[in-house]
């Protein structure tokens, strides 16, 4: 197995992946319709890719690279304006979200191309359960060993992503008391995780071709790590997110990404291995808690609000979103600790509408205004 | 020796609960057999099952038990039509503008080819065929339904199917009773202004749909969202507005889809609940089904079938016409155009109760278009469930393992 090569791209470009839900309107329960709507939306679609995605009520929107933030979110709302007048005409909508609130997850039909047959063959019953939605962002790296210093360093950030990202309350008919339910249908696959505490690119070939040559994986698609380099892209991927209800949140925790990862590059604070002694303990108070989860910093030993360290960290690199152009997306996201995250507001309109089919109707209308 | 009064009579008197009970067993064992073949759908285990009991085979259905079970029959196909009727999304047609168009024009270009086929072909009188042909533009709802349901179809083609299904309902129910009075013209004693009665159906049918669509909200304002009340509170509507079309002699047909149009299109306060009939609903269409197929007899597949197959063969002819020329404008590949003119198939028990004035205002009428029709819709008991199963499998939106 010949060493993976990294093809370098320019340090601090970024995109977003953003997997989307149909649903129809009727019940607003998951619709089998991306086959149609590609084949309808993708000679309109402005700049970037949509792409099918493991089963057939998702399809995913790929950006183009970009180097700011306006310009990100200008294509992501030109992108969601022609899918949303697509859908219209065939009478389906497109939602937001990290899980769809009730579908049955048994109902899900595969996508028919090679790799999601093969992975439906490989995983079983994880690969209809599979059906959540997540935003995936990739911040450009210039060289290997950069994107496996951001990859670490980033690690400490994962419980932030979560939490302002977070989406999914309800799952398969229930309240789950999460605030994003997705990541628990993620942690079944075996090779999910982190990347291991390697120190540069040479090492991580290593680590690579020995799980190649004990057959555990045939390409990097196989890991499905929190965060994970993307050697063909240049970039490193950051993969913790629900899909937001709408694109501008999307876009703003894409800027967000970008504003973090040039301040790590920047300052280059210390990466260690016990970052992963607290990681699946913050983790999971991120996914079950939201910003109210406990953060505890296995460096100073200090356990504190989440909240109260997002609230530092948007602060601590507000003069690098000033530089790339995404201040406004950090003072969105600062609004978000007072006024709750998305799943807080899937709570409400629960709470307000009293069924699941009402909230599925909601966030459908949020998404594309 | 006489028995004692309190031993049953012998032979034993057939009461409601054992022709229905008989007829669920009966129909479920066709259906379990058909299901076995991997290639028909329940529904034709169930018409066999009824066809074979009927008097055209076993002779076991007398026109006695078909008379008593109208009831079954009726309330079966209330619920249906009325969830047809929620699958009219205007909202839909704004956003299409080729929706309509092409739902108009599948119903139109299948009129003109039945039409052509019988009059000018058939040399067959003008009304009569056009009656036959407006009869023939209406797809069974019960059928498509069934078969979306038993294969979990869902999709594009099924969607545009259950949308075209609900228009062409309401375009040939709309296109008898404008023939009513011409009908009547011929009929001799009409006492009452023939246009007068289409008028009184048309808009009594509107009214009567939208006036228990607006009590079925002010109900649901005050039971809520549940889905268990509302189930109880939509099959209620159902059955009370049945009631009042039969009695008011209105539309049946169109009171409900009006009544489950309304029910999508403007409960603009979302009061109402998409409830799922399901299982329950399963027990009145198996026996929707076996009661349909004993009013099947062989003669109408004997000599006189080659006027009901040319009859199906310019109706499929004509939707499929229709659904090609419209599918590049509406953006419909030629696979979906193909699959859902196959799926639109079905012609089935409704047909003969969009005609039903007919039969009650001009008997002998009633009696030579039944020759004209019959055949048809026997020929398409059998083929059309068996092409929308078809159809829906290779739009890959139904699951042939699906059923349950």
């Not at chain 1, 201040?327 to 899937?346: K, R």
């Not at chain 2, 047809?84 to 299948?110: Q, T, Y």
């Not at chain 2, 006027?307 to 063969?313: D, H, K, R, Y």
Request: proline share 5%; charged share 15%.
């Amino acid at each position: 197995m010949p060493a993976l090569d990294f093809t370098a791209s320019d340090a601090l470009s970024f995109g977003v992946e953003l997997e989307l839900q149909l649903v129809n309107t009727r019940d607003f329960n998951l619709a089998p319709d991306a086959d149609d709507l590609l084949r309808r939306a993708t000679r309109d679609a402005p700049q970037g890719e949509l792409k099918p995605e493991i089963t057939q009520s998702m399809i995913e929107i790929n950006t183009s690279v970009h180097r700011r933030y306006p310009e990100l979110l200008a294509e992501l709302r030109a992108t969601r304006n022609v899918l949303a007048g697509h859908a219209r005409k065939m009478n389906v909508a497109i939602a937001g979200g990290g899980t769809h609130p009730f579908q049955t997850w048994s109902d899900r039909k595969i996508f028919p191309t090679e790799r999601f047959l093969s992975v439906s063959e490989k995983y079983g019953f994880l690969a209809k359960q599979f059906t959540v939605f997540g935003q995936h962002v990739h911040i450009g790296c210039p060289s290997a060993d950069d994107a496996i210093y951001l990859n670490l360093a980033l690690t400490r950030y994962v419980p932030h992503f979560i939490a302002m990202a977070a989406s999914s309350p309800f799952y398969q008919g229930v309240d789950t008391a999460f605030d994003s339910s997705r990541l628990s249908v993620v942690n079944a696959f075996p090779l999910s995780g982190t990347m291991p505490f390697v120190r540069d690119w040479t090492e991580f070939n290593r680590y690579y071709d020995r799980m190649f040559d004990l057959g555990i994986v045939a390409s990097m698609k196989d890991f499905y790590w929190d965060i994970r380099p993307k050697p063909e892209y240049g970039t490193v991927e950051i993969r913790v997110c629900d899909t937001p209800l709408t694109v501008d949140r999307a876009a703003q925790i894409a800027g967000f990404a970008q504003a973090l990862a040039s301040w790590l590059w920047a300052v280059r604070p210390e990466t260690s291995p016990d970052i992963y002694l607290v990681h699946s303990y913050n983790r999971f108070h991120a996914c079950r808690h939201g910003f109210a989860g406990t953060l505890v910093d296995p460096v100073t030993g200090s356990s504190r609000p989440l909240a109260d360290d997002l609230c530092e960290t948007l602060d601590r690199i507000a003069p690098h979103a000033a530089m790339l152009g995404s201040q406004d997306a950090l003072a969105a996201l600062h609004a978000t600790l007072s006024q709750g995250n998305d799943a807080a507001w899937l709570r409400s309109q629960f709470a307000s509408t009293g069924t699941l089919t009402d909230v599925v109707r909601k966030q459908a209308a949020l998404w594309a205004v | 020796m006489t028995l004692p009064d309190f031993l049953p009579h012998w032979p034993p008197a057939a009461n409601g609960f054992l022709v229905f009970g008989l007829l669920l067993l009966a129909g479920l064992l066709g259906g379990r057999l058909a299901a076995t073949t991997r290639v028909l759908p329940a529904i034709t285990g169930y018409i066999a099952t009824g066809f074979l009991l009927g008097p055209g085979g076993l002779g076991w259905l007398d026109a006695g038990v078909l008379a008593r079970s109208r009831v079954i029959a009726e309330f079966s196909l209330g619920l249906i039509v009325f969830d047809l009727g929620r699958r009219l999304d205007l909202n839909w047609a704004s956003h299409d503008r080729w929706l309509l168009p092409m739902g108009i024009a599948e119903s139109l270009v299948s009129f003109a080819a039945m039409f052509a086929l019988m009059h000018v072909v058939g040399g067959i009188d003008t009304l009569e065929a056009a009656v036959a042909a407006t009869i023939g533009i209406a797809t069974a709802p019960a059928v498509v339904l069934l078969v979306t349901n038993e294969l979990k179809a869902d999709g594009p083609v099924t969607r545009r199917m259950l949308w075209h299904v609900a228009l062409n309902n309401v375009v040939a129910t709309l296109g008898i009773t404008v023939l009513l009075p011409f009908i009547e013209a011929r009929a001799t004693g009409a006492s009452w202004n023939p246009v007068a009665r289409s008028l009184w159906i048309i808009a009594g049918s509107f009214l009567l749909g939208y006036a228990a669509f607006r009590v079925f909200t002010l109900f649901a304002r005050l039971i809520g969202k549940s889905p268990a009340p509302q189930f109880i509170l939509t099959v209620g509507m159902i059955i009370v507005t049945v009631g009042v079309a039969e009695v008011s002699r209105l539309s049946v047909l169109l009171a409900l889809l009006v009544l489950g149009a309304c029910a999508r299109n403007l409960d603009h306060e979302h009061r109402l609940v998409d409830v799922d009939f399901g299982r329950a609903a399963q027990l009145f269409f198996v026996v929707l089904f076996v009661l349909t197929g004993a009013t099947l007899h062989p003669h109408q597949f004997g000599p006189i079938a080659w006027i009901g197959l040319a009859f199906v063969v310019a109706r499929g002819l004509g939707k499929a016409l229709a659904l090609f020329a419209l599918a590049w404008p509406a953006h419909i590949s030629a696979r979906q155009a193909a699959t859902l003119g196959l799926a639109l198939t079905p012609m089935t028990g409704l047909a003969i109760g969009i005609a039903q004035p007919i039969y009650d205002i001009a008997p002998d009428f009633g009696a030579r278009l039944s020759a004209i029709v019959v055949s048809g819709i026997a020929i398409l008991y059998l083929l059309g469930p068996i092409a929308t199963r078809f159809a829906l499998i290779r739009a890959g939106e139904g699951e042939p393992a699906a059923r349950d």
